[in-house]
């Protein structure tokens, strides 16, 4: 594309030329919604795009950013997710070159000042409210732009076209309904010509239909008469699994099919718990795709599908988001969800969103969309079909009633979404301090800009007079914390109201309350034996709830709560009023809570971020746990992908926030084993991320793009995260026998000889001579440990803490490097339990 740009004319009509010579040439001939947007773009139109899913709207947003190049205007592409931010910096490295592609995403930075930028929706609403109109953005291409109306997000789709009214504008959706309101507003905000392109004409056509027979026998006809990729949508994890499991038992795939998804699995690394179940499934042509999955695990099922080797999918509707599958049908478990308050029908968007997944173009002619019917309505039908025709054995037919709190649904239903547009999209608008303090960051009259920027908003009047006295209370609260002050008069640029502090580059662009961490960090006592974890404990605070584990943990520790409660006798009343304080564990809460408080007064807009003690990454620590051990603990399968998304997330926070002064041999210790952790079990998570911290063009494409397969680097290469790694599985040995837990110990160590009975009979010894094994700071410490390195194995001795402090017991194993390598995590045999 690089050398078309050299060659560009920027009249209108030799850019079209330019842009469909290069598309043809690449095999692409453009269809007439894309022309007809192309034509627009040249000319400078905005452009709001609503065609159907398959229908190429990712070559309009590229023939945009060429047009903007070509005419030396800067050109922004945003979109909801980190995740499709990143695939699109590396699509259009691809098309444009390295040098002319950045992204920002708050977790990263890469070649910020290039001419195309890819970036999360928030990112560009921040620099909107930071440098408004002046901001140097010649365009913007917003994808998935039905955003707009999120209740919790919507807000930063609209701030841009609030804002940057020299910019032009792409909007993109397969679901937008009726923009009418968009194209009179952009018109008379920007002043420029606005291009509705729609199109229900999809390149490959829908057909709809309505199925009472059961799930099973409606998939093998579908196999049966080659109507597969299936992709079977449920709305809830657990439905999906159950779904994928109870097809085993059908004949998917073939022998030989069978022998090929081997063969492409090769060596890939499954884990233990739902890796298990997974590698199960797809070996027989079954997959499952939903969020609470490991990146690698969905990765696998796409890969696998794309390659024709699964016939079904059993997934969450994580399709309408967007899954890289060519799907030939999509089979509708239902037609109502859970949407986090109640159950509830499909919105038509929804559903149309997730029905456009079927039938893709360069695959199908056509797309199958099938809607199963309620299962009582199914068992119904079955039962008057056996009655047959006689009227007395019908009416005798006993009808099974729908179960309690069912929303009903039917063919009706299913009728009036594909007959329906989408729903309207409504304005989504909040007002936070990062808002106010951008606005009054930028020069001019900040009193006139936020009562423009609100008042002129798409809110109805009622919410606009609400965010009008909210940005005033802001406005006073930072007035009253000296964070600003009133210029009377205004300075040479017109300010009336100025910052009195330095806030950071990124301010509300990356972790908003990492400034409040590096602030906590000072009261902590670096002397302390809990130094490093207490660390982790302020980082985890700042981060998002992962609501799953937490309460995964909560039900946990009232489960162990209870038993302690009957153990001592106390009531059943009693117990429930104590329990109601049983939360998930809160390190450092009232240290946290109290200097939370303290740094508002003077850093007001931290109140917009609630802090959230919790202890994920830290418990997992100090159980010393494997990754798969932590997510059978907690009975977490299910979600062992967001688990593992916040164990990232808490290593990019620390590896960001914590600075040199606070990274005591003990921090840089668990920072390491930490993303050591992360990188074994799914090294695509860090991977991209280190990448994108280095950036390397490599042959014209940057590199960091994920890889395709699952390859770790071998586990012993990071010898400090290594060493972690042997200290915490062999303290995990110390808590049980601490525990006099042999059950869970032979579970271990038998097939090493060690088993239950062999651990009891090696410490009772030690028990005849101490009361107790320490498991304290002290214990787990590098002191107790000694290591002796060969080539192929380490020699470890692991010392108990005992009472008296003589320090002469302990046990000793032998860590073997090639196995561990293969396993992503030490592998060690016990060989001797005893005193010195």
Not at 496 to 521: C, I, Y
Not at 540 to 562: F, M, N
Request: contains cysteine.
């Amino acid at each position: 594309m690089t050398s078309y740009l050299n060659a560009a004319d920027p009249d209108p009509d030799a850019l079209y030329d330019t842009f469909t010579t290069w598309a043809g040439e690449r095999g692409f001939d453009l269809y007439p919604a894309q022309q007809e947007a192309l034509i627009e773009l040249v000319s400078g139109s905005h452009v709001i795009l609503s065609t159907p899913t398959g229908s190429g709207k990712s070559m309009v947003a590229v023939a945009a950013h060429f047009a903007a190049l070509a005419d030396g205007r800067r050109t922004f592409y945003t979109a909801p997710l980190k995740a499709l931010v990143s695939e699109k910096f590396f699509a259009l490295i691809d098309i444009f070159g390295p040098e002319n592609v950045g992204m920002m995403t708050g977790d990263s930075s890469v070649n910020p000042s290039a001419p195309i930028i890819c970036c999360t929706a928030e990112i560009l609403a921040n620099i909107a409210l930071r440098d408004g109109a002046a901001a140097d953005v010649g365009q913007v291409v917003m994808d998935e732009f039905h955003f707009y109306a999120d209740p919790q997000r919507g807000w930063a789709w609209q701030v841009p076209l609030l804002e940057l009214t020299n910019a032009q504008f792409l909007l993109m959706s397969a679901t937008l309904g009726d923009v009418a309101f968009f194209e009179k507003d952009l018109m008379r905000r920007t002043g420029r010509e606005v291009a509705v392109v729609m199109s229900s004409q999809r390149p490959v056509p829908l057909t709809y239909s309505y199925s009472r027979e059961p799930t099973h026998e409606l998939l093998a006809e579908l196999l049966s008469t080659h109507r597969a990729p299936v992709y079977v949508v449920h709305f809830t994890q657990a439905a999906a699994i159950e779904r994928a499991q109870a097809l085993v038992s059908v004949n998917v795939a073939s022998r030989a099919q069978r022998d090929r998804i081997a063969d492409e699995i090769g060596g890939f690394r499954f884990s233990s718990g739902f890796g298990k179940v997974l590698s199960r499934l797809v070996r027989h042509g079954i997959g499952v795709h939903h969020a609470g999955m490991l990146p690698k695990y969905r990765r696998l099922v796409e890969r696998l599908t794309q390659a024709g080797l699964l016939k079904v999918v059993c997934g969450t509707d994580t399709l309408g988001v967007g899954i890289n599958v060519p799907i030939r049908t999509v089979v509708f478990s239902g037609l109502t969800k859970y949407d986090g308050v109640r159950m509830r029908q499909l919105s038509a968007r929804e559903f149309h969103q997730i029905a456009g997944r079927a039938g893709r173009a360069g695959y199908d002619t056509l797309g199958e969309v099938i809607v199963q019917a309620p299962e009582h309505e199914i068992e119904n039908e079955r039962a008057l079909a056996k009655a047959g025709d006689d009227p007395k054995k019908r009416r005798r037919v006993v009808r099974k009633k729908p179960p309690e709190g069912f929303v009903s649904w039917g063919e009706s239903t299913m009728q009036r979404l594909i007959a329906a547009d989408p729903e309207p999209l409504s304005s989504s608008f909040e007002v936070s301090h990062a808002m106010v303090l951008g606005v009054i960051s930028r020069p001019g009259d900040a009193f006139a800009a936020m009562r423009k920027l609100l008042t002129d908003s798409h809110e109805p009047s009622s919410r606009i007079r609400a965010h009008v006295s909210g940005a005033i209370a802001i406005y006073r609260a930072l007035l009253a914390a000296d964070v600003v002050e009133r210029l009377d008069p205004p300075d040479e640029t017109g300010r009336t109201v100025r910052l009195t502090v330095d806030l950071q580059p990124d301010f509300a662009l990356n972790q908003p309350l990492s400034p409040f961490a590096l602030a906590a960090f000072d009261l902590l006592d670096p002397e302390s034996p809990t130094h490093a974890p207490d660390v982790l404990s302020v980082v985890e605070a700042t981060l998002d709830d992962p609501r799953q584990v937490l309460s995964a943990q909560q039900h946990k520790a009232r489960g162990e709560a209870i038993a302690a409660m009957k153990a001592d006798g106390i009531e059943y009343d009693e117990r429930m009023e104590l329990l109601e304080d049983v939360t998930h564990p809160k390190p450092l809460e009232e240290l946290l809570a109290a200097a939370y408080e303290i740094y508002r007064q003077s850093h007001p807009w931290v109140a917009d971020h609630e802090l959230s003690p919790k202890s994920v990454a830290r418990d997992l620590y100090e159980r010393a746990m494997s990754f798969g051990e932590y997510v059978a603990f907690y009975s977490l399968a299910r979600s062992e992908g967001l688990v593992l998304r916040y164990l990232a997330d808490a290593y990019r926070a620390l590896r960001q926030t914590v600075p040199e002064e606070t990274r005591t041999d003990d921090v840089a210790d668990l920072i390491e084993w930490l993303g050591e952790l992360v990188r074994q079990v799914d090294s695509s998570l860090l991977d991209e991320w280190e990448a994108l911290r280095n950036p390397v063009a490599v042959d014209g494409v940057g590199a960091g793009a994920a890889p395709v397969e699952n390859t770790p680097r071998p586990i012993t290469e990071n010898r400090r995260a290594f060493l972690v790694g042997i200290r915490n599985t062999l303290f995990r040995r110390v808590e049980l026998a601490a525990r006099r837990d042999w059950p869970a110990l032979g579970s271990l160590d038998s097939d090493s000889g060690w088993d239950a009975n062999a651990w009891a009979d090696a410490l009772e010894p030690y028990f005849d001579e101490h009361a107790d094994i320490g498991i304290g700071p002290d214990a787990r410490s590098g002191a107790l440990l000694i290591v002796t390195e060969h080539p192929d194995r380490w020699a470890v001795r692991q010392i108990l803490d005992d009472p008296a402090g003589d320090h002469d017991w302990g046990f000793t194993a032998a860590v073997d490097l090639a196995e561990s390598n293969a396993a992503g995590h030490p592998v060690v045999t016990i060989t001797d339990v005893g005193a010195l």
